[in-house]
């Protein structure tokens, strides 16, 4: 159960396996690179459980890993939990275009991951292009999404987020959340240290005020 992941809603959390992105700062590496190894919950299970609770949770949000690798099995049981009442959530890494559009009507609210600028995707193993076209269908339909970076010392620095920044012009906001070394996908990436929250607090004055608009939101 959580009070954070669906914005003013209480939800249940369930977690996929596998990425088709390699990002050194993974917080959920086991999802990467144990997948196969990681206990199978069945769907009917999950959804016996969701109706057990009807009136409780307000809403499921399905993360991982990466979800929309899973289309084909989750549109059928969104489709169920939605039958059910439940708001629906889904994060993505935007890498997957075609996908994002089989699940979009079944989704209430998108968590979409903008990593780095779109020409230096090879840093985290993905499709710049692909997450480019995600992003401009959230921005050019304005769907219900929260666009989300992890600030990572070695891939962004002021002029990275400019950067960054200019493409979401037109967004409602974008949410930034430092980078932890605690527990990283990368043995590298454990030796970063990240920004201090100064900095972050700093960097995002500037890019506010260089938008004229409160874009950039920290979420520590």
């Not at 009807?54 to 991982?64: E, Q, R, S, Y």
């Amino acid at each position: 159960m959580s009070y954070i992941e669906y914005p003013g809603r209480i939800a249940t959390v369930l977690f996929v396996a596998r990425c088709n992105f390699r990002c050194p700062f993974c917080h959920n590496p086991e999802l990467v690179t144990e997948s196969e190894s990681l206990p199978h919950i069945d769907g009917e299970e999950v959804l016996e459980y969701l109706r057990k609770r009807l009136g409780l949770l307000d809403a499921v949000c399905v993360t991982g890993g990466e979800p929309l690798l899973w289309t084909q099995e989750l549109r059928p049981f969104l489709e169920k939990v939605k039958e059910l009442g439940y708001l629906v959530k889904v994060d993505t890494n935007g890498g997957l275009y075609e996908e994002f559009l089989t699940l979009e009507d079944l989704v209430d609210l998108w968590g979409v991951d903008f990593k780095v600028p779109f020409a230096r995707y090879d840093l985290v193993g993905g499709d710049g292009e692909a997450v480019r076209r995600v992003l401009q269908r959230v921005l050019e339909r304005k769907v219900h999404a929260e666009i989300r970076t992890t600030i990572y010392p070695p891939f962004h620095d002021l002029a990275t987020l400019l950067e960054m920044a200019r493409f979401l012009r037109e967004a409602p906001a974008w949410y930034w959340q430092n980078f932890h070394r605690e527990k990283t996908l990368s043995p590298e990436a454990k030796e970063v240290v990240p920004y201090p929250l100064s900095l972050l607090e700093k960097w995002r004055d500037i890019i506010n005020r260089e938008l004229q608009q409160d874009l950039v939101t920290l979420r520590l």
